[in-house]
């Protein structure tokens, strides 16, 4: 029979694959305090973008599952001072991307309480999740553009 020879095959895989493990080049760089701070205030904006992506495809859990995270993250970095001429502006902007992900789940909380999820999920699909504002209408400037938050 064939049985020992999976087996054996199965040995020689492993060996190879621990081979071409220690032949990896092991990648050592130093990151200070301040630039691994200011990197992880930079990942907010991604998750904003992560979030609106979700609620447009219908998916109305996930978000709010990112705006935890966010307000956690917030939360733990606001009494941070870094001592960086980058970290308030980062912040600024973190406090942007937070509060526009707060307004994306208020309007997909409001609006899943309006209509069934299959439904909900055409809305989303067709931009309707987009600022998210608090269902006063788009504010609009000159020249009819919409007003950014």
Not at 34 to 62: N, P
Not at 81 to 101: C, G, N, P, Y
Not at 127 to 144: F, L, V, Y
């Amino acid at each position: 029979g064939g049985g020992g020879e999976g087996g054996a095959r199965g040995g020689e895989e492993k060996k190879q694959e621990e081979a071409e493990t220690r032949k990896r080049p092991k990648w050592e760089f130093k990151v200070t305090w301040s630039d691994y701070l200011l990197g992880l205030a930079d990942t907010t904006g991604e998750m904003m973008r992560l979030a609106t992506t979700f609620a447009g495809e219908g998916d109305v859990k996930s978000p709010m599952e990112i705006l935890d995270t966010m307000q956690r993250l917030y939360a733990a970095l606001i009494p941070v001072d870094i001592r960086h001429r980058e970290w308030k502006k980062k912040m600024d902007t973190f406090k942007a991307s937070l509060q526009k992900v707060e307004r994306l789940c208020y309007k997909l909380h409001i609006k899943g309480q309006e209509y069934p999820p299959h439904i909900l999920k055409h809305l989303l699909a067709a931009g309707d999740s987009g600022d998210a504002g608090g269902g006063g209408g788009s504010r609009q400037k000159h020249g009819g553009d919409k007003e950014a938050d």
